[in-house]
């Protein structure tokens, strides 16, 4: 647990959002368990410092419903497709987790009991107060909605002070730093500047969602080690997003 002479964590509880790609490590398909264990441990040392966890995780690296319907699969099934892959992820890392002695649940939109609880608020923030993680998966349980859009959802529901959005870059960019070496990096952004600008930070429905209820976004490199726990201390490089 956290010592005396730690400092106090900025927020007590949060969404953590990661897409599919970031368990995926260097390969091209599919979980690397090396990099699962990897955020698992980031994941246990925040939570070790008594912050009350939710998390979300895309389904990109298994399949992803848009890219199944560009491809003339019919959209709602592309889409429950992709929800499913979110379960099987989540399910990776709630086991990565106890392995460590995290205690979680994996709470699915979608029911399915031999391996995940259903949805119930009350029940998922009695486990949030328990200081049990909690991974959200099958997104909102609707077709045309994005995980990013669900984890926007759960966050409000469950109260949570903000939605950090781990990635594989160290903020919001005005364009892909990957391919530009002259991307501009924002310090700070506004939700209407995100939306005005298309900027790549998460879709326009969870960018209105979290607008309309003050719920600021923050941005930050997941490959970065002690990434997650240095945004809690307000320190790393990061974007923050808010009205």
Do not use: W
């Not at 923030?125 to 200081?131: F, I, Q």
């Not at 969602?209 to 490959?223: H, W, Y």
Request: glycine content about 10%.
């Amino acid at each position: 647990m956290t010592s005396p002479d730690s400092p106090k964590p900025r927020f007590s509880r949060v969404m953590l959002k990661i897409s599919g790609e970031a368990l995926m490590g260097d390969t091209s398909y599919g979980l690397h368990p090396p990099t699962v264990e990897r955020i698992a441990r980031e994941v246990k040392v925040v939570h070790d410092l008594g912050v009350e966890i939710c998390m979300v995780i895309g389904g990109g690296n298994i399949f992803r419903g848009l890219q199944g319907s560009a491809q003339g699969m019919e959209r709602t099934t592309a889409d429950y497709m992709g929800m499913l892959a979110t379960v099987m992820n989540a399910l990776a890392m709630q086991s990565a987790l106890e392995k460590i002695g995290v205690f979680c649940r994996v709470i699915s939109a979608i029911r399915m009991d031999e391996v995940a609880e259903p949805y119930i608020r009350r029940r998922a923030v009695r486990h949030l107060e328990k200081k049990r993680v909690c991974i959200f998966a099958a997104g909102t349980g609707n077709p045309y909605f994005t995980t990013d859009t669900a984890a926007t959802l759960r966050a409000n529901e469950m109260a949570c002070e903000a939605i950090l959005k781990g990635t594989k870059v160290d903020g919001v960019y005005d364009k892909d730093p990957i391919k530009h070496a002259d991307a501009k990096r924002y310090d700070s952004v506004t939700y209407d500047e995100v939306l005005a600008q298309h900027l790549n930070v998460m879709d326009a429905s969870a960018i209105a969602l979290a607008r309309d209820n003050n719920l600021p976004i923050i941005v930050f490199s997941l490959d970065e080690p002690g990434g997650f726990k240095g945004i809690l201390a307000g320190e790393g490089t990061y974007t923050s997003v808010h009205g």
